[in-house]
């Protein structure tokens, strides 16, 4: 091993060192329930979340973070192995580095919706893609449509809750317009998504998500049955 870090990059070496920490540390036999958990689609070393949140924290610690102009590098090295935790490293170091984006950094969102794709990885995707457009509001409408028309089921999942953590400042008509757009789709996650969205939203405007749900009757029973979970009117 040490013999083969030494003809890497600098980027290479640290996403390899952080590698074989997570692969030390790891848990076979939880390893296997997160595969299972996750319906096989990925392989694990074994890390509940606190976990490997500690264990990326000391790294970082021992280490510092990566160099913004790195980050792209890294996330893609961290997306193209097999262990679902070098994913989610990806992600916690973009996220890190959030107050460091530059515009560009939206094509690094998109790589990660679109590569390795599951609700474990989009759904926390879709919360870094509602702070980018809060710091780079004119790329919002831009991808928003382009999301909301893609043929890529994630991408469609973004664009209708990426505002889940806007509370009150949510554009409800974007989000409606995202959620109109799929009410006849039979993807569960685009279902389950409009669902949720509308169940956050609630929190705020519980009449508006009542009277958006009357003026669709073809929204699934499921979408319908999440919206409404909370609210007693």
């Not at 299972?36 to 790294?59: E, S």
């Not at 926390?124 to 457009?133: D, E, N, P, R, T």
């Not at 209708?160 to 789709?185: C, G, P, R, W």
Request: glycine residues 2%; hydrophobic residues 40%; contains cysteine.
């Amino acid at each position: 091993m040490t013999n083969q870090l030494n003809k890497r990059n600098a980027v290479e070496i640290y996403f390899f060192n952080l590698k074989i920490i997570l692969e030390e540390k790891g848990n076979p036999f939880y390893a296997e329930k997160q595969a299972k958990y996750l319906k096989n689609h990925f392989l694990f070393y074994g890390h509940k979340a606190p976990q490997w949140m500690a264990i990326f924290n000391n790294f970082i610690a021992e280490n510092g973070f990566i160099a913004y102009n790195q980050l792209s590098e890294f996330i893609r090295l961290c997306f193209e192995d097999d262990h679902r935790e070098m994913q989610y490293m990806a992600i916690e170091m973009s996220q890190r580095l959030h107050k460091q984006w530059e515009s560009s950094f939206i094509e690094d969102l998109e790589f990660m919706i679109t590569n390795k794709s599951w609700w474990d990885s989009v759904d926390w995707i879709s919360k870094l893609v509602g702070m980018y457009f809060k710091k780079f509001p004119d790329k919002k409408y831009m991808y928003f449509e382009k999301w909301k028309t893609s043929k890529n089921m994630w991408m469609n999942r973004i664009s209708i809750i990426f505002q889940l953590h806007y509370k009150q400042s949510t554009d409800f008509e974007l989000m409606k317009e995202a959620i109109v757009f799929h009410e006849n789709s039979k993807e569960f996650f685009i279902r389950k998504a409009a669902g949720w969205a509308l169940r956050t939203y609630s929190r705020y405007e519980p009449k508006k998500i009542l009277d958006f749900i009357d003026e669709h009757p073809n929204l699934s029973r499921l979408t319908k049955r999440e919206a409404i979970r909370n609210i007693n009117l």
